[in-house]
């Protein structure tokens, strides 16, 4: 019985501990990757903007579901997936170079915001710069990105994309 307690109370104090450091974590996450494509700003930066065609071009994305417009176009937006939904709002766009956008997933333990730059490279490419600020809510999230990585697949996946003309 008191090696029972003991077990016990070793366990409680590995899930407390476990705890304390991830509450101490950082809560927000910044990734940046860049890629070349061909075209020019103004194709490319239509295509970003145009969120009511995601679903063209973006692989995994089922559909896109207005919710709010604008006269830029969808203010807005759920981005469905096959586990998840996840709500889009665009913050600010800076025409032509760079454009604001947070994701929240409809279980809102983190929310992610993206902002995508252009810059030209002549003769007739375009550099991408997406960068993407994680903001995660519960310590559990905070740790198990500190073990298992903080890659954005959705980043990674709409660069890709894009740069394949989907």
Known sequence: MKVLGILIVLVVALIGGTWFYAKKLPSEILQTQ??????????TWNKIIDAKN???????????????????????????YAR??????RISTYIPDSLMIEFIPEERNFSTTWIWKLEPI????????????????????????KIFGTQDELQERALKDLASGH
């Open 122 to 145: 002549p003769p007739d490419s375009v550099s991408i710069t997406l960068i993407s600020k994680r903001t995660l809510g519960a310590p559990l999230f905070r740790l198990s990105s």
């Open 84 to 89: 998840n939904v996840i709500l889009a709002t």
């Open 54 to 80: 995601y679903s063209s071009w973006r692989n995994g994305m089922r559909a896109v579901m207005p919710v709010l417009e604008d006269s830029l176009g969808l203010k807005k937006w759920k981005e469905v």
């Open 34 to 43: 860049t890629i070349r494509i061909q075209g020019d700003i103004p194709t």
